[in-house]
C-alpha cells in the first residue's frame, strides 16, 4: 500500500516518517503500514471523492481538493508538531524542564505500556473528518437533516452496534475494503481515546485525560492543527493567497503546560505571537471573502433545498446521505423525478444563482420556524411562487454563540486576548455577524418584482427585531 504522496503545500507526505523506539510499543513494528492501511480503508477512501471546500468550486473553480488531501496534510502537521512542540515538566528539585511532545508522550506511555499516545494523536489527525457527508459542511445546516460530522466520526473510530458505524461495516465489506474500526483493533490502539481527541468537548475530556487536554487542543480546538492546514489549504487553493501563514515557525513557538486547570494548557511564545494573529486573520479573510459570500451561499442554499424535497418525498434518507459521495449526490439530483429538483441541480450545473436580494441581521433568541414563518409570509406579499424565493440560514434551530477567541496565554500567563482586544473583538464581531446573518434570494429578475421583496424583507425583518 502506497505511503507518500505528493502534497500541492508541504510537497511531500511520508507516512513512513514517524518511527517510535520497540521497546515503547512492541506490538508495532511498521507505522507506514497502520497509517497506509487507514488511508485505503472504506471511510478514508470515499474521503477522496469529497471536495474539502464544499460547492466553493462553482464561484472559485480551483477549490476541488479532496477531504482526503486535508486529512493527509493534518496528519503531516501532526508529525512535524511532535518533534517541534514542547511540552513543560516540573523538575523533582523544583523548576521546570523542556522536552518535545513526541519525548513526553513516550514518557507518558512508559507510564502505562499498553497506551501508545503518540500513534493515537496522528490516527486522530488522519481520521478526523472521516464521518463528513458530502459536501462537507454545506448539509449540516439542513433542518431536515441531523448530520453531525464529529459524532459520526466517533462512532467509525469504535465502531460497535452505533448505526453509522453498522452501516460503514455493511459498505466496506460491499466495496471489499477494511473499515477504519477494524485496523484500528488490529493494531491495538485506543479507539475510545482517540474518538475522545476528535469529538469530545474540553471538560468532559479534562476528566476522562487530565494531563492529556493540550494534546487534544491540538487536534480539536479554535487553533488546532485541523484548522491550520484548512486556513492555508484553503487560502492557497481557492487562489485567494491574502494571508499565508508559517506554520513551521508557529508550531515551534507553542509550549504545553500538562495537567493545569486554568488558564488553558496551551501557551505561545513570544515569537510565535504574530503567526498565531496571522492565521486567525487568514480565517476571517477566508470566510469574509469566499466561504460566505453571497453567491457561494445560494448555491449552498440550492444544494439543500434539493436535498430536503428528496428527503421528505422518501427519494433519500439520512443514513443513506450520510455516505455519498459528492457525485453520488449530484447524479440524485440530476435523475430526480421532481422538477424543482433537477432545476436546482441544472442552476447549479450551469452555474446560475439566483439574483441576490440582501441580507438581514436576526437577534441571538430566534428560532428557524420563526425565520421561515416570516418569509412565507413575504413570498405570499410578493405573490412569488414556491422555491422562486430562496434564503440562507447558517443555523439548524436558532444561532451559535459566537466563540471565545485567543483562549491562548503567553509562558507568563498573560492572555492574549487581553493583550490583542482590538483584534478579538474583530474575531468575535466577524463570528457574530455570520452566525447571525440571512441572505436572501429571488428567480425572479423584474426589477420591480426585486425592489417590492427587498422592501418586504426590510420590512418585516426589521420590525421583528424591534419587537
Known amino acids: 500500500m502506497k505511503s507518500s504522496f505528493y502534497d500541492v503545500l508541504f510537497e511531500a507526505v511520508d507516512l513512513g516518517r514517524y518511527i517510535v523506539e520497540p521497546d515503547i510499543a512492541a506490538h508495532i513494528t511498521d507505522y507506514s503500514s497502520l497509517f497506509a492501511e487507514l488511508i485505503a480503508s472504506y471511510e478514508m477512501s470515499r474521503l477522496l471523492f469529497v471536495n474539502q471546500a464544499g460547492v466553493n468550486f462553482l464561484e472559485f473553480p480551483s477549490a476541488v481538493y479532496s477531504r482526503l488531501s486535508h486529512s493527509l496534510g493534518a496528519w503531516h502537521i501532526g508529525s512535524v508538531a511532535l518533534q517541534t512542540i514542547q511540552v513543560r515538566i516540573a523538575s523533582p528539585g523544583g523548576g521546570f524542564s523542556f522536552t518535545n511532545l513526541l519525548d513526553w508522550l513516550k514518557g507518558h506511555e512508559k507510564k502505562r505500556p499498553e497506551h501508545n499516545r503518540a500513534a493515537e494523536f496522528l490516527v486522530a489527525l488522519l481520521l478526523h473528518d472521516c464521518g463528513h457527508g458530502p459536501f462537507s459542511h454545506v448539509l449540516e445546516t439542513n433542518p431536515d437533516l441531523n448530520l453531525n460530522h464529529k459524532e459520526i466520526t466517533a462512532q467509525l473510530i469504535i465502531g460497535g452496534k452505533e448505526p453509522y458505524a453498522r452501516l ?74 491574502l494571508v499565508e501563514s508559517n506554520i513551521y515557525a508557529l508550531l515551534s513557538n507553542i509550549v504545553i503546560f500538562p495537567g493545569i486547570d486554568e488558564p488553558e494548557p496551551i501557551r505561545v511564545k513570544e515569537p510565535g505571537i504574530p503567526h498565531v494573529l496571522t492565521a486567525l486573520h487568514c480565517w476571517q479573510m477566508i470566510w469574509t471573502l469566499a466561504l460566505d459570500s453571497p453567491n457561494v451561499r445560494c448555491y449552498e442554499t440550492m444544494l439543500n433545498r434539493a436535498v430536503s424535497l428528496l428527503l421528505r418525498s422518501g427519494a433519500l434518507t439520512e443514513e443513506q446521505l450520510a455516505f455519498y459521495t459528492d457525485s453520488d449526490l449530484l447524479r440524485m439530483l440530476s435523475t430526480s423525478t421532481e422538477s424543482t429538483v433537477t432545476q436546482l441541480y441544472h442552476h447549479l450545473f450551469s452555474r446560475q444563482p439566483y439574483q441576490y436580494l440582501g441580507h438581514a441581521s436576526v437577534p441571538q433568541k430566534i428560532t428557524r420556524d420563526e425565520i421561515e414563518s416570516k418569509v412565507d409570509k413575504i413570498a405570499n406579499a410578493a405573490n412569488l411562487r414556491e422555491h422562486d424565493l430562496l434564503y440562507h440560514i447558517p443555523f439548524r434551530d436558532k444561532p451559535k454563540e459566537p466563540s471565545s477567541w485567543l483562549r491562548i496565554w503567553t509562558e507568563n500567563d498573560e492572555a492574549l486576548s487581553e493583550r490583542y482586544s482590538w483584534f478579538t473583538q474583530a474575531l468575535f464581531e466577524t463570528e457574530e455577524r455570520l452566525n447571525k446573518t440571512i441572505k436572501f434570494y429571488i428567480k425572479n429578475k423584474n426589477k420591480e418584482k426585486k425592489k417590492r421583496v427587498r422592501g418586504l424583507i426590510k420590512e418585516h425583518f426589521a420590525r421583528f427585531q424591534s419587537a
Open 168 to 241: 460503514a461495516r455493511q459498505n466496506a465489506k460491499e466495496a471489499g475494503l477494511k473499515t477504519v474500526a477494524s485496523i484500528i483493533r488490529k493494531y491495538e490502539l485506543d479507539s475510545e481515546f482517540i474518538a475522545a481527541l476528535v469529538s469530545c468537548k474540553d471538560k468532559d475530556f479534562r476528566k476522562q485525560f487530565p494531563e492529556l487536554l493540550g494534546v487534544k487542543q491540538l487536534v480539536d480546538s479554535k487553533l488546532d492543527i485541523d484548522r491550520i492546514d484548512h486556513y492555508l489549504r484553503d487560502s492557497r487553493l481557492m487562489g485567494i493567497r
